[in-house]
């Protein structure tokens, strides 16, 4: 079977063919098959195929028939581009499409969210610091200002339980009571500031060592050792703040200092399982062990009539 080329259009066809051309043939048509037919017409007259043509003048008038998937790929892509340009249209003529096609992409992201049960997303708490924690060389009895020349100056707040103290917040957890511009206690919840060695995030041990080192430590379980629970493979605690929690603490007296030093110690968590129930902490997987961590340290003058009545012992 011998291939020709129609001379009106310069599509290549089988000589065979009853019908001839097919451009020929659909001519006079206004449907989608003609429409691809003028795509391939479109094809044909690109600038590469006349290149094509000029470059074979001197060569046998017989030519190879197209692959089969090349021939595939053009007439999907002329389907494509007809198909494409209806329904541009469609939108333009109708625009309430266009929200209809997102509320149903919606809809379909939540149904697959829903079918493909609970997910775990790695959320460390604490976050892990990026860089070095920088210090903060704090002590009670000390002026506000040295506050100030470490972290900024900013006007106190009052202080929830005690008249008599100013309250300074900055955005990183770090909170600071003071008494008449001089500082009572300082309370730091972020891994990015250390005090005395003391840092939030790091490991019960360390802490221990690094707390040996000011005083005595002492431990005392505060707030319950209620296991986890097992979800989906997972340890889990209902939230953050219905974690277990432990206390290390120890107390610096003169001629060092006279101030109680309290470490707050939880469950590490390694990430969020959420589910139809909730999110919830996951502190390990069903076979592990959870990991306890300093989750706050606190600092509180003893020299000084305390907020809760605590009278001074140095």
């Known amino acids: ?136 060389p704090l002590l009670p009895g000390q002026p506000v200002t040295v506050l100030f020349a470490m972290l900024g100056a900013q006007p106190p707040s009052p202080h929830p339980t005690a008249s008599g103290m100013e309250r300074y917040t900055f955005d990183d957890d770090i909170i600071v009571d003071a008494v008449n511009g001089i500082v009572h206690s300082i309370s730091i919840g972020t891994p990015g500031r250390m005090w005395q060695s003391l840092r939030v995030g790091m490991g019960i041990r360390r802490a221990e060592g690094a707390l040996a080192l000011l005083g005595t430590p002492r431990r005392e379980n505060d707030g319950g050792s209620s296991p986890p629970d097992i979800r ?40 969020i399982l959420e589910d139809d129930d909730g999110r919830f902490p996951v502190v390990g997987r069903e076979d592990d062990t959870a990991s306890w961590v300093v989750t706050r340290v606190s600092v509180v003058s003893r020299a000084v009539t305390g907020p809760d009545g605590e009278e001074p012992i140095c």
């Open 1 to 136: 079977m011998a291939l020709v080329r129609c001379p009106k259009h310069n599509i290549p066809y089988n000589e065979e063919n009853p019908r001839g051309c097919p451009a020929c043939a659909l001519e006079n048509t206004d449907d989608d098959q003609a429409a691809i037919v003028r795509q391939l017409v479109d094809l044909s007259k690109s600038p590469k195929a006349i290149s094509r043509a000029s470059r074979t003048t001197e060569a046998p008038a017989i030519e190879e028939p197209p692959s089969p998937i090349s021939t595939a790929l053009t007439y999907a892509t002329a389907y494509l581009r007809v198909w494409g340009r209806r329904l541009v249209l469609e939108i333009q003529d109708h625009p309430a499409l266009t929200s209809a096609a997102l509320a149903v992409v919606l809809v379909l992201a939540v149904v697959v969210a829903r079918l493909s049960g609970p997910q775990f997303v790695s959320e460390p708490h604490p976050a892990p610091v990026s860089g070095e924690s920088l210090p903060l």
């Open 232 to 271: 989906s493979g997972y340890l889990v605690f209902p939230s953050l703040d219905e974690r277990p929690r432990q206390l290390l603490t120890a107390g610096v007296r003169p001629p060092n200092g006279c101030y109680d030093v309290e470490i707050v110690l939880k469950p590490y968590v390694i990430g």
